[in-house]
């Protein structure tokens, strides 16, 4: 997919008005707190996820410094081109809730547009994939799959209020111990829901470990190994079945049972999974240097945005907010390289930080304002 235009009306820092990128590489700098990272948030809420900054949808409007409130509304819409057609969507923010317009047709959810604009981000906070614990890496997984297949959203919105459900019948038992015989019932529910949440995360790792590997491999120039393991919760020895694991996560639900009930949380299930990184048979986690751990987290990122390609058929467009900095002039050559065809954001302090390469442009952001820059070429080019 290529984005043709973005026009923004009141939001966050930004003057009202429109970008017009090309279908190459697009350099955004400017000094800090300029609203360079605003146009990728921008973007980036057209997959229809939450903003990969953590903001609520009630602090995307501007912001009054006067009064230190957000307008009421802001608006965002997008003209792209995706399978096979020019498409236009439209995303409104009015006090703290969103809604979306597809080609002229109304949606009530900004979550309508889930699998429509598919979109990778690589920010400085995703190198913390390696260095954190495992939530960040089921986080990754989640959202990977929900652009990949937009029903997997919802499956694992249900599974999370089952165990929610579960969690809470646990803290009541603990003062009515009469309500034990119900746990069966929600066991049951946790099982079947779990399952299907731990099958598509298992095909996903399976599908972007081969391609996470041969990219470190040429990252680090063969150095060492990466490898990518699915490590669900609970754990099943390489091989297993499904049904091998429902089984063993029955039996878990059941020798975990008084301990649950003593904490009032459920201590096994998908929401227990990890993802486990390791570099020549090492966890990168433990043992990696700050320089492996990045090459390990650009490696998970490509093979991110390589498998949405390959799975939905559509290229995603590549937003990178401020982290060519984080990587040293090797691996910005091979990052770059490897987004060769691709339409790709790049957030930046100074336009020499990039070197645009067959095709690109430079935009300027100043106190919100966009200013479009003509870019020389060297013959050739």
């Not at 020019?86 to 006090?95: G, H, R």
Request: proline share 4%; with cysteine; charged share 25%.
């Amino acid at each position: 997919m290529v984005v043709t235009r973005l026009g923004c009306q009141n939001f966050r820092n930004l003057r009202d008005g429109e970008l017009f990128p090309c279908p190459g590489v697009n350099v955004i700098y400017g000094g800090n707190a300029q609203g360079k990272t605003n146009l990728l948030e921008g973007l980036w809420l057209f997959t229809g996820g939450h903003s990969f900054r953590g903001a609520k949808d009630v602090e995307l409007p501007r912001l009054d410094t006067a009064t230190g409130e957000n307008a009421p509304t802001a608006a965002l819409a997008l003209d792209f081109f995706s399978e096979g057609r020019e498409q236009k969507a439209l995303l409104q923010f009015e006090n703290g809730r969103r809604s979306s317009v597809i080609n002229g047709v109304k949606k009530k959810t900004g979550s309508a547009l889930v699998g429509k604009v598919c979109a990778v981000i690589f920010s400085p906070e995703h190198l913390l994939l390696v260095k954190e614990g495992p939530a960040r890496r089921r986080g990754f997984l989640d959202g990977a799959l929900c652009q990949i297949r937009p029903s997997y959203a919802g499956m694992l919105h249900v599974y999370q209020r089952a165990l929610s459900q579960r969690n809470a019948l646990l803290k009541d038992i603990g003062r009515f111990p009469e309500l034990r015989d119900t746990l069966e019932v929600w066991d049951a529910r946790l099982i079947q829901l779990g399952a299907a949440v731990m099958e598509e995360r298992r095909r996903y790792v399976e599908k972007i470990a081969p391609q996470a590997q041969e990219i470190y491999r040429g990252i680090s120039r063969g150095k060492e190994e990466l490898s990518l393991s699915y490590a669900p919760s609970p754990k099943l020895p390489e091989g297993s079945s499904q049904q091998d694991w429902i089984e063993l996560f029955k039996t878990e639900l059941r020798r975990t049972e008084a301990s649950d009930v003593r904490s009032g949380f459920t201590s096994v299930g998908p929401h227990r999974d990890d993802l486990e990184i390791t570099l020549g048979g090492l966890s990168a986690r433990m043992y990696g240097s700050q320089g492996q751990q990045r090459s390990a987290v650009l490696a998970l990122k490509l093979a991110e945005a390589q498998a949405l390609s390959q799975l939905t058929g559509e290229t995603p467009i590549v937003l990178l907010d401020d982290v060519m900095s984080e990587l040293d002039q090797s691996r910005q050559d091979y990052l770059l390289n490897h987004l060769h065809g691709r339409q790709v954001f790049i957030t930046c302090c100074s336009p020499e930080t990039v070197s645009l390469q067959e095709t690109g442009m430079r935009f300027r952001v100043e106190a919100g304002e966009v200013f479009p820059e003509e870019v020389e070429r060297a013959a050739g080019l």
